[in-house]
């Protein structure tokens, strides 16, 4: 099996496994209670907090959540809906998480105004459309630091310099991004994070929230996390999370020249597909590519050798058009002719070899038979 979807899901580091099993087995202690194996756990915990902070600098603190999908949910709730009489609007873009719009459009549907901001075909968000709908009445900005369907990297410093000079919070999607690229942490107020596509297990995530910026809890209870989320933490989940963040520090330059030469290589054999998406200006472990005709459910159960995606996982199955390639101006044919080529860490020159011959003479095969 040759794994290529990074950006649904990366395999877990062994260090983090290892930092997790001392945790499942004997330090199994609830975090929030105060005799010793409490106090252990909690340790752990909070050794795991420091080390996914560290590139956030001093102003900040993470709380740990159960997912981005709850940060996320948890950030845009959190804030809006307390703001609604004095700022109603929510600004965003056309190319989010369906994590971001489709928490946005629920709050649309409670009254409060949404403005969905369009992209360039490379995939970049309109900064002209972002200056003019950023005003005195929006409570909140929210946009990602790397689409996990193509790449892309937004000017995140601009839209938080916009936001801020509106008065307004500033949200960052950095899932795909954190540890990748650079964050502009400067110009954010939240940003939702995601072990899993660290190399760290599933299950947990995490916000940052700069001092002072305090969303209204969507999970009530205890309070455990910053005074504002509830519910008791698994120790074992954050302290992979912990180890995960260290290494995507540790090994940043090594693993952004490894994908870089890994994108390049591909391209080269891949030469004649149309890639989907800005070539500066993202991260290149993630290759976005169509070609005319190409029918990928058909590629993707005839190359069972090969893991690799038609876009979104979590839109997978449904039979929708991609929104991210529609919004950057593709036909639904040419959406629908598109394949999401994710690798990483531990995707060798030989995987990619044998990937893109299984791909490209399945894709032959159909090209011949059609």
Known sequence: MIYLDYQATTPLAPEARSAMVPLLDAGFGNPHSPHRMGREARAAVEVARERIAAPFGPGGRIAFTSGATEALNWAIKGIAKPARA???????????????LDTAGWLAQQGHELIVLPVSAGGIVDLDAAEAAIDGRTALVAAMLVNNEIGTIQPIAELGRMARNAGAVMLCDAVQGYGRVPLPVDACDLVALSAHKIHGPKGIGALWLRDGVNPEPLLHGGGQEAGLRSGTLAPALCAGFGVAAQLMRERAEEDSDHVFRLFGHARSIMGNWQVNGALDHRYFGNLNIRRAGLDV??????????????????????????????????????????????????????????????????????????
């Not at 893991?307 to 039979?319: R, Y």
């Not at 070899?353 to 159909?366: E, N, P």
């Open 297 to 370: 459910a058909r590629l993707i159960s005839d190359v069972r050798e090969v893991m690799f995606s038609a876009g979104s996982a979590c839109a997978s199955g449904s039979g929708r058009t991609s929104h991210v390639l529609k919004a950057i101006g593709l036909t639904d044919a040419e959406a629908k002719s598109s394949i999401r080529l994710g690798f990483g860490r531990y995707t060798t020159i030989e995987d990619l070899d044998r990937a893109m011959a299984l791909i490209l003479a399945a894709a032959a095969t159909q090209k011949e038979w059609a």
């Open 86 to 100: 004095s700022r109603p609007r929510i600004v965003t873009t056309a190319i989010e998480h369906a994590a971001v």
